[in-house]
């Protein structure tokens, strides 16, 4: 007697909140960003990636751009939140301010966030400077100067420190475009690690004198 034949039972999705599934969505993108590049990203292969239907997805986030133009803002709020704290612990030393152009190079780099940021301005989307939250940076370190500065007779303007910290936000962005991350010998003049102890060192002499 033939043995009756067992069909495989379809594995159960997972209910998720609204919360829960927009995660998981903002999760398996930045994956695929990591893995192939903002160009390869396809929605129908995040929504398999999930367990989610592909309207699901175009629900949440509208279009392929603007799921990945979410994967950079919470990539870019996250190192925001993280700058923020670091700036307001005063780094007084050009090694440490150089530590913090390290740790941002090396989120844009890794995580491809640098190349889909500018990948989303080729594509149309127009991102602002402020999109690359400078600006609560700048307020973080123009309330540690002015605490610096009492007694002088002239402190900094915000716009000065606002443009200090613009500067090596844009240079760090392109550096994770066109600079290899391999490339971090400080032995190699060209090499991104030795530009960015050299910024370092202009900012921190820049901070010093206001």
């Known amino acids: 007697m033939a043995k009756k034949r067992v069909s495989p039972v379809p594995p159960v999705r997972k209910r998720r909140t609204a919360e829960e599934a927009r995660a998981a969505i903002l999760d398996a993108a ?3 960003l990591v893995a192939t590049g903002p160009a390869a990203i396809r929605l129908q292969q995040v929504a398999m990636d ?4 592909h309207p699901t997805v175009l629900h ?3 279009s392929r751009e603007a799921l990945i133009e979410a994967v950079v803002a919470r990539a870019l709020d996250s190192l925001q939140t993280g700058l923020v704290a670091s700036v307001r612990a005063a780094p007084t030393r050009p090694d440490q301010i150089a530590s913090l ?3 941002v190079f090396d989120a844009l780099v890794t995580g491809g966030h640098g190349r889909a940021y500018l990948w989303l301005a080729l594509s ?4 602002t400077v402020e999109e690359l939250r400078v600006r609560s940076v700048a307020e973080a ?3 540690v100067l002015k605490a610096r500065s009492k007694g002088k007779k002239r402190a900094s303007s915000f716009d000065d420190t606002y443009f200090t910290v613009l500067l090596p936000a844009l240079a760090l962005l392109s550096l994770s475009v066109v600079a290899p991350p391999s490339a971090q010998s400080d032995r190699d003049p060209r090499g991104p690690r030795r ?3 050299w910024l370092a060192r202009l900012l921190h002499r820049h ?3 206001a």
Request: no cysteine; aromatic share 16%; charged share 30%.
């Open 195 to 197: 530009f960015r102890m």
């Open 141 to 143: 370190l123009h309330e």
């Open 30 to 32: 930045e994956k695929r």
């Open 50 to 53: 999930v367990g989610v239907s």
């Open 124 to 127: 149309g989307y127009a991102p």
């Open 60 to 62: 949440h986030f509208g």
């Open 207 to 209: 901070i010093e004198e």
């Open 101 to 103: 152009f390290d740790s």
